[in-house]
T-cell receptor, first 110, second 113 residues
Framework: SQKIEQNSEALNIQEGKTATLTCNYTNYSPAYLQWYRQDPGRGPVFLLLIRENEKEKRKERLKVTFDTTLKQSLFHITASQPADSATYLCALGIDYKLSFGAGTTVTVRA | DTAVSQTPKYLVTQMGNDKSIKCEQNLGHDTMYWYKQDSKKFLKIMFSYNNKELIINETVPNRFSPKSPDKAHLNLHINSLELGDSAVYFC????????????FGDGTRLSIL
């Protein structure tokens, strides 16, 4: 069966450290992968998109990697700040739709 | 200016009732979506429309009927509401069907009594 697993439901991290989130998938062949941020009571907000022929993408303090052999994406937040506290969702792009993982809730302690 | 707006924000109603949720986007996008986020926070696609044409209908009970009067609007009508319909429903839009970021509204919290 198809699965998208974001390991660690919750990640607690000290301000200034790097947060690393994992998205693993099985029985999917996504053409692209996206990461979103969701704050309580709000809709998801798009952060980064990476295609199957790309290894790495960066945007300010964010970095995403995509390994189609390992079937894994890593999402890094460097120099984390309390304002980065939120739930982060990975989403696989297949056949005109996005399939989302359950998310990892990140809490950055000051 | 809100890019993707949904109304109402909260909807509390009795089992068996019929209700509608409205969505409008002012981004000029061609594609719009409805998602359901349940209590376990999984976000699942229900429908997508591209230029008013239904593209995705994801094994959703036929009590749910989307309608797209124009590219900027996608409404969701739900008949005979059941307890299991309690969830947050999100509308989203994207410039096109494939390989595009999606812009989400802030959701409609539906509670069935």
């Amino acid at each position: 069966s198809q699965k998208i697993e974001q390991n660690s439901e919750a990640l607690n991290i000290q301000e200034g450290k790097t947060a690393t989130l994992t998205c693993n998938y099985t029985n999917y062949s996504p053409a692209y992968l996206q990461w979103y941020r969701q704050d309580p009571g709000r809709g998801p907000v798009f952060l980064l998109l990476i295609r199957e022929n790309e290894k790495e993408k960066r945007k300010e303090r964010l970095k995403v990697t995509f390994d189609t052999t390992l079937k894994q994406s890593l999402f890094h937040i460097t120099a984390s700040q309390p304002a980065d506290s939120a739930t982060y969702l990975c989403a696989l792009g297949i056949d005109y739709k996005l399939s989302f993982g359950a998310g990892t809730t990140v809490t950055v302690r000051a | 200016d809100t890019a993707v707006s949904q109304t109402p924000k909260y909807l509390v109603t009795q089992m068996g009732n019929d209700k509608s949720i409205k969505c409008e986007q002012n981004l000029g996008h061609d594609t719009m979506y409805w998602y359901k986020q349940d209590s376990k926070k999984f976000l699942k696609i229900m429908f997508s429309y591209n230029n008013k044409e239904l593209i995705i209908n994801e094994t959703v009970p036929n009590r749910f009927s989307p309608k797209s009067p124009d590219k900027a609007h996608l409404n969701l009508h739900i008949n005979s509401l059941e307890l299991g319909d309690s969830a947050v429903y999100f509308c989203a839009s994207s410039p096109d069907l494939v390989d595009q970021p999606q812009h989400f509204g802030d959701g409609t919290r539906l509670s069935i009594l």
